[in-house]
């Protein structure tokens, strides 16, 4: 549709500029001679106007051509000008430029042009066609700027789009090995609990009733965690032996470790029982704050942290982290570990919020515990 509106106002200004220039000839001197010259010439160039578009040299090429017998080519030979420097290379606009102008001065030397001397009216034509040269490679330039630009950002956009990926696919892969060395330690609780129950079934009822119970319940557990193993949609790598990794209990271990390393962190925690949390739960808790205590130490060193830790089965669980800012407004930069730790919070099913509020930089997640 532009391009259609853009080939009507090239062949409407060319025509209107085209009875423009014949009228005026024509009550500047009724009697010339040369004026059914003119109109022919015109409705010529005007018919040749549309090839601007697709053959802009040779079009251009044959305008100047007539140009030289009539001004009513003028109009339409200058815009052939305007459309070379705009969509070839600076050679070819020159050329066609320094066509029109020489075609121009043949003209006025045979052609009367409105009682203006000779001299001032190729000047005129001469800054006229420079005019349009300038103009012409100037857009030029634009537009290359413009789609260089345009594909730099397309390029940034997917780079960015992949890192992101990249960061969710290596955060989803270190969830499941994590999960893998949990997973692993509990069977092999059951796993011991079983054989015990296979090689003494002499013992007695009780031990035997307290073995099942240990038994249901870790499987249990053992499915739940398989369950968010399986959700995450990735291939595991095999456990390298690590110790299950740490819960909402070891909150106030990491935060006595950061006060032991100088930080200073004040510590509210109003958690019903955080032992008895779900372990993906605990897990991902622990993970939010230890992100936001790294993030303080990176940008707010030497600044009070503020941890709160609430909630309970039933209401869910709210961490919040908060440190002021350092300098006005540096914010953390939003990098692959807070889109790791999003993709944490999003995979325990609550939401994870960082922002600045008050001159404070804030990390909150919302995680649900199911009563």
Do not use: C
């Amino acid at each position: 549709m532009r391009r259609t509106w853009g080939f009507a106002g090239l062949l409407g200004g060319s025509g209107l500029l085209i009875v423009a220039t014949v009228a005026g000839r024509w009550s500047s001197d009724p009697a010339d001679p040369l004026l059914g010259l003119d109109v022919a010439v015109g409705v010529l160039a005007w018919l040749l106007t549309p090839l601007l578009v697709w053959r802009p040299i040779g079009a251009t090429a044959a305008l100047t051509v007539l140009a030289v017998l009539s001004p009513a080519a003028t109009p339409p030979a200058t815009m052939g000008a305007l459309q070379v420097a705009r969509q070839r290379d600076r050679t070819a606009a020159i050329a066609v430029s320094a066509g029109g102008i020489a075609a121009h001065a043949v003209q006025g030397a045979w052609r009367v042009n409105g009682g203006m001397s000779y001299g001032w009216w190729l000047a005129l034509v001469t800054i006229a066609y420079g005019a349009l040269l300038g103009w012409g490679l100037w857009a030029r330039a634009r537009e290359a700027l413009i789609r260089s630009l345009e594909e730099r950002a397309q390029r940034a956009e997917a780079e960015q789009g992949r890192r992101v990926a990249e960061a969710r696919m290596s955060e989803r892969r270190r969830i499941a090995r994590e999960m893998h060395d949990v997973l692993a330690h509990r069977l092999s609780l059951l796993a011991t609990f079983a054989g015990a129950m296979e090689f003494r079934p002499d013992a007695p009822p009780e031990q035997m009733s307290r073995a099942a119970g240990v038994v249901r319940g870790g499987v249990h557990q053992a499915l739940e965690e398989l369950r968010e193993v399986i959700s995450l949609l990735r291939e595991d790598d095999t456990g390298d032996g690590r110790h299950p990794q740490p819960v909402l209990a070891d909150v106030p271990r990491l935060v006595a470790e950061s006060r032991e390393a100088g930080a200073e962190v004040l510590l509210r925690e109003t958690v019903d029982d955080p032992a008895q949390a779900p372990p993906a739960v605990a897990r991902t808790a622990y993970r939010v704050v230890q992100e936001g205590l790294t993030n303080a130490r990176k940008h707010a060193a030497g600044q009070t942290v503020r941890v709160t830790v609430s909630g309970g089965p039933g209401v869910g669980l709210q961490v919040d982290v908060r440190n002021p800012l350092a300098v006005k407004g540096d914010l953390p930069p939003g990098g692959a570990g807070l889109v790791g730790l999003t993709e944490r919070v999003h995979l325990a099913g609550g939401t994870l919020d960082h922002q600045e509020t008050g001159g404070e930089f804030r990390l909150h997640a919302s995680i649900p515990w199911p009563a």
